[in-house]
């Protein structure tokens, strides 16, 4: 059975830096795109970062020159490295994989809670 788990997550105080990582395990035949989402209490979840398995990258505007994606393809993870974290931040970050196993498909992480706050 195919999963991501999602790790790295907590409280850091106005523009500090965390990192996020998200591995996939189960029986993988192969990633393709990788993502990162948040969703804010009230709002609906959008898209923080993309990165397909070549490495082209895309980014919302709002964490433009903070944050960073990056990726393993060997050990099945992608990475968020966020810096000069703001208060709006603050979300559910949730990793997303299209997964070919048994049949190709979209697979989600159950979320990691990311606080900025002083």
């Known amino acids: 059975q195919v999963q991501l788990v999602e790790s790295g997550g907590g409280l850091v105080q106005p523009g500090g830096s965390l990192r996020l990582s998200c591995a996939a395990s189960?029986?993988?035949?192969?990633?393709?795109?990788m993502a990162w989402y948040r969703q804010a209490p009230g709002n609906q979840r959008e898209l923080v970062a993309s990165?397909?398995?070549?490495?082209?990258?895309n980014y919302a505007d709002s964490v433009k020159g903070r944050f960073t994606i990056s990726r393993v393809n060997a050990k099945k993870t992608v990475y968020l490295q966020m810096s000069s974290l703001k208060a709006e931040d603050t979300a559910v970050y949730y990793c997303?994989?299209?997964?070919?196993?048994?049949?190709?498909?979209?697979?989600w992480g159950p979320g990691i809670q990311v606080t900025v706050s002083s």
């Open positions: 990165i397909t398995s070549g490495g082209s990258t």
């Open positions: 997303n994989a299209d997964i070919l196993a048994w049949s190709r498909r979209e697979y």
């Open positions: 189960g029986r993988t035949l192969s990633i393709g795109l």
